[in-house]
C-alpha cells in the first residue's frame, strides 16, 4: 500500500503547525504549541510511518493511519467534519474507553467490522489525543479574546469605585504628613487649639512635659492627627498604636474606630488588621489625650504599620496625606481565587464558591448601601457621614442613618430611584434603555414591601447581573461603552470613570487618538501605577519570596527588619521608575543605584551615618546590576546559609527571558553542602545536575545562575568560597542559536537589556497582566509589533502600558485587528 | 440529680469500638437515632448598684426558705430557683469597687493598669482575662455537637453609649471586651437579617434569569457557555434557598414592631422586646449561652414608672437609715427580679425544639449584679440567684457560703455546662475547685 499524496499533505500541514516560528517567543509558542519533544515525536513520526507506510504490512498501521483510511473522509483530515453530511466537529469529553467501543460497534458507519479490536483502539487513542479531547482542542484552537467574568481584584476594585463615585472626588496633591492640632485639654474644641500643624508622621515622646511647654498646661492635652493614608498595595495591614496615655484610631470608617484605646488598660501595643486595596487612599483620624491624673504623668505616642510580609514601622510620610479623603467599601466577602495557570489572573470560569461569593457580596453591598442610603440618595438627615463624625464609642448601626419618622417619604423615595438608576449604569459601563429602567428599578421599588427593600433588591439584580459581573458581553449596542470598559480594566483594573462614560456617550472614543489620550489621562491615576508595581513585583517573582530568612550562626545580624528594609529599598526603586518620565526599563537590569538606610549601609558594607533615612546610593559598577542583583532577589533566590544558582537562573529564564521549563522529571533534594565541603557551591550545582536529563533545562539554567555568585545567600558581594576565587562566568544559548558569553552579572545584564528575547516576554507578560486575554488573540505579530515599539520609545514602560491598553480597547471581541500600533506611545510626550 | 447518659456516652457505656459506631448510629431501635445530646444553655443577666440585703436575701437556709420582698416575684418558680448568699469577689488591684465589680464579675482576674479613673482607687483598663460565658461558648463552639450560628449572643438594655471599664462585663480574653448589644433592632438584624436578604434575593431571581437570556441571545454558541454555567448555578442557588426556605419557616421569624427609641423610660418595653428576642433565638438555636446586661455599673436608670424619681446609682449610696431609699431601692430590685421571671416563664412555657420538656429545662439563668451592697461597695455577697434546671444543680434551696470567692462558681458553672477546667481567672482563688453543695 503506498502513501496518499493527500496524507503527505496533511503531515506537512501539521508539521507546519507545530514547528517553531522563530521569531516567536517560546513562551507565547508554549502555550499553542505542544513541547519541543512532541515536536520531534512528529518529525520521528512522520520519517518512521513514511517508510512503514510505503513497506510494512497492513497489520502495523497506527491508530492515525487507520483514521485517514477510514474516517477521515467523512469527519475530515483532523476531525473538522464536511460542510455536508457531517457538520458537528469531533470533539467530546468522552472517555478514550467509551470512544473505541463505539467504534467497534459503530464506525464506520454501516461497515462497522472493518474497524474492531486493536484498531478501535488505536483510533480512538489517536483521535482523542490528536484533537477530540478538550485537552487537545485547547491546544489547536487558535488563541481569541475570551468572555470573562471580572477576576477577583477587578471585582473589589470595581465595588469600590462604583460604590465610591457617589461620594465627593477629592484631587491629589503632594502635601504629605498629617494635620495635627493640638489643644490645651481633653475637649478639643476649636477654641482650646492652641496648635495647627502638619506633623510629618505620628512618633513622639512628650516624656513628662507636653508638645510646646509655653502653650500648655503642664498636665492635660489633647492631640488630633487628621488626613488620609495610601495603600501602596493590596493586603492586610496591621496598625499598631503604642501610646502610654488614650487613644483612638480610625482608618476607612470615620464612625467606627478600628482601634479603641480611649481606655488605656495595661502596656500592650493595640493591634488591628485591616484589609486595603493597593493604589487607594483611605480617611485617617488619631486622637490622643492625656488626663489629669498624677499616675498619668508621661505623654508618648507612635503609629505604626505593618504590611504583607515585612516588619513593623512607623508610618512613613510618603504614605500620610494631611487631605481627607471619603471612605471606600472594600468588600469583606472572600472570593476563590482566579486561575493563574497561565500565568495572570483569568477570569475564565466560573465555579460553585464563586457564585457563592458574589451573592454574599451583593448582599453585603446592598446592607452597606442600605444603612447610607441618605447620603448616596443626597437626602436630608444624612446624620454628617464623612463630616469626620466626634461620636465616641460604639456606634449604633441601626440608627446611623435610619431614616426618622417617615421612612417611605416621597421625596427620599425619588432621589433614591435615581440613585438607583445612576448605580446599574456605572455597574453596567452604559447607560440602561428605558425598558431596563423599568426592569432593574422601578420593578423592584414597586413590587417590595418597603423602599429599604426596594433598594436591597436594585442592588442586588445589577450586582448579580451579567453586564456588571462579564468583561467582553459584546453587543451592547453602543461599542464606545464597550472601548470605554476595556479602557479602565486595562488601565485600572476597574470600571469607568465619569470622564470615560461621557466620552463615550459623546462619540469620543471612536478614533485611535481619543482613546491614546483616555489612556495618557488614566495613567496618571495611581490605580495605574500600583497596577504596574504589582506587574514588576511578579515579574521579579517577588511573590514567591514570603520567607526570607537565614541561618543565624552564618548572619547573626540579617534579622526581620534588614528583610523589611530590603523590601522597601525594592519597592523605592521600582516607584522611582514608575513615577519617573522616561520609565525604562533597562534600569531595572543597568541601574548603578540602590536605595539605602543606615542599617542595610552598614550590614552591606557602604558608607552611610547609621540613622540615614532611605537614600540613593552608587555602588561599583562592575560588582552589582540594576535590580538583578538586589539583595532582596539575591537572599530570596537563595537557601539559609548558600546560594542557590537554580532559583537565581531559573528566574532569568523564565521572567526575563520567558523560556519555558517545565518542572524537574523528579523532586530532587538540593545536595548538602557539608557532605561536599570541598565543593564550590558553582561545582556542587555542577554534580548535581549533570545526568542528561537533567541537562535539558539546566545547561540553560546554571550557567545563567552562576553570572550571580558573587553574591551570598544575604546578597552580600563576596570574593570567594571555601578559599576559592569565586567563578561568575556563564553564557545562554539565544534562541536564534546565538552562544553568548559572559564574565559576569554585569555582562549578562547588559545583554538582557537589549536582547528581543527579553523584551517580547517583558511586552507578553506585561500584556497579559493588564489585558488579561492572550496576546495573540490581537493578532499572530502582536508580541513583535509591540517589542518594536517599545524599542523605538526607549522601553518606556508608561508608554508601552498605554500602547497596550489603546490595542486592546480599540479591538472588539471576535474581530481581527489590524490596528497600527505605536501612534499611542507618541502620545505621552506630545499631549 | 437526673442523669442522661448522651449518645457517645451510652456507646461508650455498651463496650462499642469507635469502628462500630457508623452502624449502630444507623439503628432506630437503640432509641437513638434521631436524639440530639441535650442542648445545655447559660445566661447571665446583670443589674447594677448592690441590693438591700435585708429585703432579700432569705433568713433560712435548704429547702425550707422564705422568699424577702426583693424576690417575691419568684413564688412560682420558687422550686426551680437557688439562692447563693456568701459568694465574694474577692479579686482586687487597680479600679474601683464599681469597675472591679463589673470587670472581674464574670473574668474572675484583676482589671490592667490604666488610664481610667474610679472614685478614689488607681485608675484602671480593661480586665486582664476572659470572661466565663466566652470562655463556655468557645469549648461549646469547638465541637459540632455543640456548635451553633452565633455561640452566644451579647443582649444590653439602655447601656450607656461609650465604652469604659464600667460599661463592659463581657471579654473574650485579655483587653478584648465586648459590648453588648442594647437597640433590639440591631439584635434582629444581627439574628435575621440574613434570612431576609435571601427573601430579597429569592424575588429578584425570575428577573436574574430573565436578564441573562437576554444578554445569552446576543452571544455566539461557544459564548454562551460561561453565561449558560452561571444560569445553572444560579438556578442551583434557587433550589437551596427553597430548601432553606422550608428549613427556616420552622421558626418563625418574630414581629418586632415599630422602632423603640432608646430612652430612660423605654427600658421596660426594650427589656420585654430583648427577652422575646432572646427566646427565640434559643428556639432557632442560634447560641447557647447568653447575657443580659442592664444599664451598666453605676447604672442610674429613672424608674419612674415605679415612681422612682431619683437615679439608681445616687438612691445606692444613701444609708441604711434611710428608709424610703431601701424601700424605692427594693422596688427596684423586685422590678429587676420581675425582668428575670419573665424570662423565666418566658423559657418555661417555650417547648424545647425536638425533645421533651421546656427551654428552661435546659437552661440556667444567673442573675447577678457588681456589688454586695451599694452603699458599702463591698464586693462580699454578691448577689447570685439561679433559675431554671440547665446545669443540674439541686434547685430550690438557699445556700449560705462561709465567704467563698467567686471563681469557684464561675468554675462550677463551666463544669454544669461540660466544660471541666481546673481552674478560672486568678488562680488563687480556684484552689479548692468548684463550689461545694451545688449538685
Known sequence: MGLHPPLAALFVSLLDQFLPRTAQSQNARSMLYPPRWLRCFGLCLLISWQSTAICAAAEERSGEQIYQQLCASCHGARGEGDNKNYPQPLAGDRSVTELSQYIEKSMPEKEPEKCVGEDAKKVAAYIY?????????ARIKPPQIELARLTVRQYRSSIADLVGSFRPAESWTTDRGLRAEYFKNRRM?????????????????????????????????????????????????????????????WINDNERPLIDGGVKSG????????????????????????????????????LKWKLPNRAAEVIPQRY?????????????????????????????????????????AAIEVSAYIATHQREFAGSRNNNGRNNGGERRGRQRENNKDAPNANEDDGEHRNKLREFCVRFAERAFRQPLTDEQKQLFVDRQFAEAGSTDAGLKR???????????????????????????ARLSFGMWDSIPDDILLKAAADKKLASREDVQNQAVRMLADPRTRSKL???????????????????????????????????????????????????????????????????????????????SEFQKVSFEPSERAGVLTHPYLMS???????????????????????????????????????????????????????????????????????????????GRFQREEHGKLIDSTGNYLTRAGEQKQFAGVRDLAAFLAQSDETHTALVTQLFHHVVKQPIRAYGIQTPDELRKQFAQHNFNLRKLIVEIVTQAAMTERGAKTDVTIGQAADKINGS | ??????????????????????????????????????????????????????????????????????????????????????????????????????????????????????????????????????????????????????????????????????????????????????????????????????????????????????????????DRQLLDEHATLVREMEKELQSAGDLTSQHVIPELGARVKEENDNIPTISKMQIDLMVNSFVADFARVATLQYTNSVGGARMRWLKVEEGHHELSHKPDTDASSQEQLTRINKWYCEQLVYLAQRLAETPEPGGGGSLLDNTLIVWTNELGKGNSHTLDNIPFVLVGNGLDFKMGRSIKYPKLPHNRLLMSLAHGMGHRIERFGNPDYCKAGVLPNLT
Open chain 1, 533 to 611: 508595581r504589582e506587574f514588576l513585583l511578579q515579574w521579579l517573582r517577588v511573590d514567591h519570596l514570603t520567607d526570607i530568612s537565614k541561618d543565624s550562626k552564618r548572619f547573626p545580624d540579617f534579622n526581620p527588619a534588614i528583610v523589611s528594609d530590603l523590601r522597601t529599598s525594592l519597592d523605592l526603586f521600582l516607584d522611582d521608575l514608575i513615577s519617573s518620565e522616561s520609565a525604562d526599563f533597562r534600569q531595572l537590569l543597568m541601574s548603578e543605584t540602590l536605595y539605602l538606610n543606615g542599617p542595610l549601609a552598614k550590614f552591606y558594607g557602604f558608607e552611610l551615618p547609621a540613622d
Open chain 2, 1 to 222: 440529680m437526673t442523669y442522661v447518659p448522651n449518645r457517645r456516652e451510652f456507646l461508650r457505656n455498651l463496650g462499642l469500638s469507635a469502628a462500630a459506631m457508623p452502624f449502630v448510629m444507623n439503628l432506630p431501635s437503640l432509641g437513638f437515632a434521631n436524639q440530639q445530646a441535650r442542648k445545655q444553655r447559660l445566661i447571665v443577666m446583670f443589674s447594677p448598684n448592690g441590693i438591700v440585703p435585708n429585703t432579700f436575701w432569705p433568713d433560712q437556709e435548704g429547702e425550707q426558705f422564705t422568699l424577702k420582698e426583693s424576690l417575691t416575684p419568684l413564688e412560682a418558680l420558687k422550686s426551680r430557683t437557688l439562692i447563693l448568699n456568701g459568694v465574694c469577689d474577692k479579686v482586687r488591684g487597680d479600679g474601683d469597687n464599681h469597675m472591679r465589680g463589673i470587670g472581674c464579675l464574670l473574668t474572675g482576674i484583676e482589671l490592667f493598669p490604666g488610664n481610667i479613673q474610679g472614685g478614689s482607687d488607681t485608675p484602671a483598663g480593661w480586665s486582664s482575662g476572659i470572661s466565663i460565658d466566652q470562655e463556655i461558648k468557645n469549648q461549646l463552639q469547638k465541637s459540632p455537637e455543640t456548635r451553633t450560628r452565633f455561640g452566644s449572643l451579647e443582649f444590653g438594655v439602655m447601656v450607656p453609649d461609650r465604652a469604659d471599664t464600667w460599661t463592659r462585663m463581657v471579654y473574650s480574653g485579655a483587653n478584648k471586651p465586648i459590648a453588648p448589644i442594647d437597640d433590639p433592632h440591631q439584635m434582629f438584624a444581627k439574628l435575621y437579617g440574613r434570612l431576609k436578604d435571601q427573601e430579597s434575593l429569592k424575588s429578584v431571581l425570575d428577573e436574574l434569569q430573565d436578564d441573562l437570556r437576554t444578554v445569552s441571545a446576543k452571544l455566539s454558541s461557544s
Open chain 1, 129 to 137: 489525543d490528536a484533537f477530540y479531547s478538550p485537552i487537545a482542542q
Open chain 1, 189 to 249: 474644641r476649636t477654641e482650646d487649639r492652641v496648635l495647627d500643624r502638619v506633623d510629618p508622621n505620628v512618633k513622639f515622646d512628650f516624656g513628662e512635659s507636653v508638645p510646646e511647654p509655653d502653650e500648655f498646661d503642664p498636665v492635660e492635652f489633647a492631640i488630633k492627627w487628621q488626613g488620609s493614608i495610601l495603600a501602596p498595595e493590596t493586603g492586610d495591614y496591621e496598625f499598631i498604636l503604642k501610646t502610654d496615655n488614650g487613644a483612638r484610631l
Open chain 1, 320 to 360: 500620610l496625606l494631611p487631605q481627607r479623603f471619603p471612605e471606600t467599601l472594600i468588600v469583606e466577602t472572600p472570593f476563590p481565587p482566579d486561575d493563574r495557570s497561565e500565568g495572570y489572573e483569568r477570569g475564565n470560569s466560573i465555579s460553585k464558591a464563586w457564585e457563592q461569593a458574589t451573592t454574599d
Open chain 1, 458 to 484: 436594585v442592588i442586588l439584580l445589577v450586582l448579580k447581573s451579567p453586564r456588571f459581573l462579564f468583561r467582553e458581553l459584546g453587543n451592547t449596542g453602543n461599542v464606545s461603552y464597550d472601548v470605554a
Open chain 1, 636 to 714: 530570596g533566590f537563595a537557601y539559609t546559609s548558600t546560594t542557590s544558582p537554580i532559583h537565581r537562573g531559573v528566574f532569568i529564564s523564565r521572567s526575563v527571558l520567558g523560556r519555558s521549563l517545565r518542572p524537574p522529571p523528579e523532586a530532587v533534594a538540593p545536595l548538602a553542602p557539608d557532605l561536599h565541603a570541598d565543593l564550590t557551591t558553582r561545582e556542587r550545582v555542577l554534580l548535581q545536575t549533570k545526568p542528561e536529563s537533567c541537562q535539558t533545562c539546566h545547561s540553560m539554567i546554571n550557567p545563567l545562575g552562576f553570572t550571580l555568585e558573587h553574591f551570598d545567600a544575604v
Open chain 1, 267 to 302: 502596656k500592650e501595643d493595640r493591634i488591628e488588621t485591616i484589609r486595603l486595596l493597593g493604589g487607594r487612599v483611605y480617611p485617617l483620624r488619631l486622637e490622643m489625650f492625656k488626663s489629669k491624673e498624677a499616675k498619668e504623668k508621661r505623654a508618648a505616642i507612635s
